[in-house]
Nanobody, 115 residues
């Protein structure tokens, strides 16, 4: 069975940085878009960033200039570099791969930004 394996979450102070990774443990065919979502306590899951196969990126306004999404197509891996982290970035972060057949979700990794 295909799994998306996430890593890189943790606790960081405001202004710090984290780098999240998400890689498929099995074969996924036809991945055209990859993305990162997050869900904070008492809030709905929101789309944070997406990246196309060609490298075109989009970000939610609240993270523009601070977060960078990237991908390695050969490794079927997506990354999220998070800089200048704020307490409001605290959430469980989920990666997502979009394919023609179905979408795949990571299990989530906790990011906590606190002093």
């Amino acid at each position: 069975q295909v799994r998306l394996v996430e890593s890189g979450g943790g606790l960081v102070q405001p202004g710090g940085s984290l780098r999240l990774s998400c890689a498929a443990s099995g074969n996924i065919f036809g991945t055209s878009l990859m993305g990162w979502y997050r869900q904070a306590p008492s809030k709905e899951r929101e789309l944070v960033a997406t990246i196309t196969r060609g490298g075109t990126t989009n970000y939610v306004d609240s993270v523009k200039g601070r977060f960078t999404i990237s991908r390695d197509n050969a490794k079927n891996t997506v990354y999220l570099q998070m800089n200048s982290l704020k307490p409001e970035d605290t959430a469980v972060y989920y990666c997502k791969f979009y394919t023609l057949g179905r979408d795949y979700w990571g299990q989530g990794t906790q990011v906590t930004v606190s002093s």
